[in-house]
């Protein structure tokens, strides 16, 4: 089953249920307004959501022709944005980045940052920056949305929680990672508005891509129509979302309707830029550069400007987008 928020003038958007192909949409506010009203009584709404998707499959109803600009993020505001770090190739790469520090490669815990969640970025907003110079980066990444989690929660509880998947982009303004992480409190300015594809699906219908916690779906990434990266996210990926979302609730409750983030997705390989059309790339600037410096002893990929354009999408085997894509342009405001 797919979902989706659609723009209706409120900050929440109204609740539509999309055909297994994404083609085709019917609201769905006849079971629950918003996404956040649903996952509030999952239980009971998720079976009458599945039932309408089914009938839009079996062409009982017509449904309408989907267009992502219809669409907000899943959760426009969200309770909780909770992103971990569960790829320890991403920290290896980027650890050497000014303003990181050793300690912070972490292979027995992972590492999190509560981002801003009350104004999270459609799939087609622009990546708004003040300022052109602050080393504009994108991060594609996989997001669950997840029921309620109590303190201390097990795996199992941890697993079962897992409501919906989707991508998203954490963007990163990688001038503005010093001055957060040496203030002590973590990520703040560095980490803007985050943006999500159009569409979240559940972890059945996604079949066999969804096993162990883990989206095992290559991300493809382009910047200005160029391949930049297509890592798969069910590689390397050393902490799956079970193993995040306990280390969210090792001190605390998680609300219904938090989201997690798997973290920017990372591959070993030793690629650099540009790469060949079977090869897997990077799925955000600093570690491109941060290869090019090991190789070539300096960085050759300039981080984003603005007029530039992102596209990210998590395809199947038959190359289709499974939630939809995120297509931005960064703009000065």
């Known amino acids: 089953m797919k979902l989706a928020s659609l723009r209706n003038g409120r900050p929440d958007g109204q609740l539509a249920v999309l055909s297994s192909d994404s083609s085709r949409y019917v609201s769905a506010t006849r079971i629950a307004p918003t996404l956040q009203a649903a996952l509030d009584d999952w239980d009971a709404h998720k079976p009458a959501l599945a039932n309408l998707a089914a009938q839009l499959d079996a062409g009982a109803i017509a449904g309408q022709s989907f267009d992502p600009e219809l669409a907000l993020a899943p959760l426009p505001r969200a309770y909780q944005w909770i992103d971990g770090a569960g790829y320890l190739s991403h920290l290896e790469r980027v650890r050497t980045l000014k303003g990181s520090k050793d300690k912070e490669l972490q292979s027995t815990r992972p590492l999190l940052y509560q981002g801003g969640s009350d104004s999270l970025s459609a799939p087609t907003d622009p990546i708004r920056v003040t300022d052109p110079d602050l080393a504009i980066d994108f991060e594609a990444e996989v997001a669950v949305i997840i029921g309620r989690v109590p303190m201390g929660a097990t795996r199992e509880q941890a697993s079962a929680a897992i409501r919906l998947v989707t991508i998203c ?3 990163s303004l990688r001038r503005l990672v010093v001055d957060d992480l040496q203030n002590g409190f973590g990520f703040f300015h560095a980490k803007p508005s985050t943006s999500f594809a159009p569409i979240v ?7 066999t891509a969804w096993r162990d916690d883990r989206l095992h779906l290559p ?4 910047v200005n129509g160029t391949l930049y990266g297509q890592p798969n996210a069910g590689t390397d990926m050393h902490f799956d979302f079970a193993d995040l979302i306990v280390e ?7 609300g219904c309707g938090t989201i997690i983030g798997g973290g920017t997705i990372s591959n070993q390989h030793d690629e650099s830029l540009p790469i060949k059309a079977d090869g897997i790339g990077f799925a955000c600037i600093a570690e491109a550069r941060t290869v090019e410096k090991l190789k070539y002893g300096r960085a050759r990929t300039p ?6 354009a992102v596209r990210i999408r998590a395809v199947d085997a038959l190359g289709r987008s499974v939630f939809g894509d995120i297509d931005q342009k960064v703009a000065l405001v």
């Open 219 to 222: 991300l493809r990434v382009e």
């Open 169 to 171: 982009n954490d963007v």
């Open 303 to 308: 981080f984003l400007k603005p007029g530039d």
């Open 248 to 254: 969210a609730a090792r001190t605390r409750n998680l």
């Open 201 to 207: 699906a559940t972890p059945e219908s996604l079949d």
